[in-house]
T-cell receptor, first 110, second 112 residues
Framework: LAKTTQPISMDSYEGQEVNITCSHN???????ITWYQQFPSQGPRFIIQ???TKVTNEVASLFIPADRKSSTLSLPRVSLSDTAVYYC???????????FGSGTKLNVKP | NAGVTQTPKFQVLKTGQSMTLQCAQD?????MYWYRQDPGMGLRLIYY???????DKGEVPNGYNVSRLNKREFSLRLESAAPSQTSVYFC???????????FGPGTRLTVL
C-alpha cells in the first residue's frame, strides 16, 4: 500500500510562499495525490488533487514530477490563517482506503 | 445543505460501556468512512462503506462495528469501550471513486 512521508513541521512568515514536499515512493500507476488541511478541532478539508505535472486552483498549486515518487504543495503568500496541519495522501490502489500519516504542521508567524 | 453531521459532539464513557456514534450526510454520497484521530497524530481509517449495503475494514477495525443504515447514515458502535479508544472520531463521505472526502466536525470521546 502506498504511504507517504512528510516533514513533521515547518515555520514560515506571513507573505512568504511555502512549499511542503511529500514522498510516496511506492505510488501505484492509478493512484492520485491529494492534499488536505486540518485546523484544530475540525475535520480535514480538501485543498488540491493531482495525478501528474502541475495543478493549480484558487488556494494552492501541486507539482508532481514525471516519476511521481514525490509531490510538492505550494501555498502562495501565506497568512496567519494558513497555520494548520497539511496531509498528503495517495490512494494506495483502493479508492476507499486512505492513509493520512502524521501530516506537516505549518506555523505561520507575523 | 448541512453536509456531514455527527452526534454527539462530546461523550464520556466508563470502561465496558457501549455507545453508538451517529453520522449522516445530505449530499447523496455513495461512500462513507469512519476515522479516529489520537492527539498529535494523523487520521486512521476504522471502517468504510463503499456503497449502501456494504461495509469493509480499514486500518484499525478491532473493537468497533459499523452499520450502513441507508444511503445517508453510517453508524459506529463501541460494544465494550476501553481507555485505548479515547480519541476524536471523524465521519467522512464522498460521491465517487476519485472524488475527495467531506468531513464532519468530529466526536470527542473519552473512556475512563
Amino acid at each position: 500500500l502506498a504511504k507517504t512521508t512528510q516533514p513533521i513541521s515547518m515555520d514560515s512568515y506571513e507573505g512568504q510562499e511555502v512549499n511542503i514536499t511529500c514522498s510516496h515512493n511506492n505510488i501505484a500507476t492509478n493512484d492520485y495525490i491529494t492534499w488536505y488541511q486540518q485546523f484544530p478541532s475540525q475535520g480535514p478539508r480538501f485543498i488540491i488533487q493531482g495525478y501528474k505535472t502541475k495543478v493549480t486552483n484558487e488556494v494552492a498549486s501541486l507539482f508532481i514530477p514525471a516519476d511521481r515518487k514525490s509531490s510538492t504543495l505550494s501555498l502562495p503568500r501565506v497568512s496567519l490563517s494558513d497555520t494548520a496541519v497539511y496531509y498528503c495522501l495517495s490512494q494506495g490502489g483502493n479508492f476507499n482506503k486512505f492513509y493520512f500519516g502524521s501530516g506537516t504542521k505549518l506555523n505561520v508567524k507575523p | 445543505n448541512a453536509g456531514v453531521t455527527q452526534t454527539p459532539k462530546f461523550q464520556v464513557l466508563k470502561t465496558g460501556q457501549s455507545m453508538t456514534l451517529q453520522c449522516a450526510q445530505d449530499m447523496n454520497h455513495n461512500s462513507m468512512y469512519w476515522y479516529r484521530q489520537d492527539p498529535g497524530m494523523g487520521l486512521r481509517l476504522i471502517y468504510y462503506s463503499a456503497s449502501e449495503g456494504t461495509t469493509d475494514k480499514g486500518e484499525v477495525p478491532n473493537g468497533y462495528n459499523v452499520s450502513r443504515l441507508n444511503k445517508r447514515e453510517f453508524s459506529l458502535r463501541l460494544e465494550s469501550a476501553a481507555p485505548s479508544q479515547t480519541s476524536v472520531y471523524f465521519c467522512a463521505s464522498k460521491i465517487g471513486m476519485e472524488d475527495t472526502q467531506y468531513f464532519g466536525p468530529g466526536t470527542r470521546l473519552t473512556v475512563l
